[in-house]
């Protein structure tokens, strides 16, 4: 780490240009290179401006990157299997510590953030909230026994809130890798921080999510997993260049939000819903219980759990197998296949 103006200094002679070419300029364009340059200035300057740090104060850069599913849809909260890939627009902070036991957080265009690290427990008032999602991912990291400093963090997004990318997982996965730099020596790896922030969303913030928006962000780049054991999934990445296949993930401002807090409990009811057809075989999660079983079981599940648990079962068995299928075309380069 260095100082925040040795930081700007670098970044504007050029001298990270092939770190954020690698994230940021995927076509190979100096435009992108460019705008990417000028937006990592833009953060650094901004943190000087926001919280003033003394001249030797060291500072770094940290990404949470958007994710984005392409196979395996409400598979992986009943240890399904996942294709799931990073995306090039993310949460992009310029931190540093501050020597205090707090942190502090601005985000470009909304307000200021601050935690004591004293208390850390769960509270109900900020389900739902940015806050609660910090007071978790460092509740959980001093859990696992680190030491926690305080930090200060300017961050500005490209990550379209309440849009599917998953910003909250961003938002966590970038809190995390702050704290694993500062705190824990980068002791850390991404299934780590991925765990790290399932735990802040489901404790702290609220939901019942699964494992794969997380570990889409942390882990990075295009990737297959199988969460049958969510302790020690296995990740295997799938290695795949689509643009070779004229091809291009493209992300789609819809102008739609899921991020209302109706939308946290619809979100809860499919795990439920999911989870109330295993308990009829006496298990937790979908996967444990064989699809024929499952199948020859539907006229009496239509009566004990509703339609709508039932269509939700079927769902979770079609995707958890179109998830594997996908991830061995694009192992096999038979683009056609994935089709």
Partial sequence: MSSCKTLLDALRAGSHDQVLAALYALDGGQDSLGRARDRACHVVQSFLEAFSPAEDAPAALFSGPGRTEIGGNHTDHQHGRVLCG?????????????????????????????????????????????????????????????????????????VLSGSGLSSSAAYEVLVGNILNHFCCSDGLDPIAIAKIGQYAENVHFGKLSGLMDQMGSSVGGAVAIDFGDPADPVVRPAGYDF?????????????????????????????????????HFGKVVLREVPEAEFRSAIPALRKECGDRAVLRALHFYDDDRRAVEEAQALEARDFGRFL
């Fill in 243 to 279: 643009s070779r296949s004229g091809h291009a993930l493209c992300i789609v401002d819809t102008g739609s939000d899921h991020s209302a807090k109706y939308l946290t409990e619809d979100y809860s009811d499919i795990t439920r819903e999911m989870r109330s057809v295993a308990a």
């Fill in 86 to 158: 990073s995306v090039d627009l993310d949460m992009l902070a310029c931190a540093a510590p501050n020597g205090k036991p707090v942190i502090r957080i601005q985000s470009e265009g909304y307000p200021a953030l601050e935690i004591g690290l004293d208390d850390l427990r769960p509270r109900k008032e900020e389900e739902n909230t940015s806050t609660a999602l910090v007071r978790g991912v460092a509740a959980r990291v001093q859990e696992l026994g680190y030491t926690l400093t305080g930090f200060d963090a300017y961050v500005t997004s490209t």
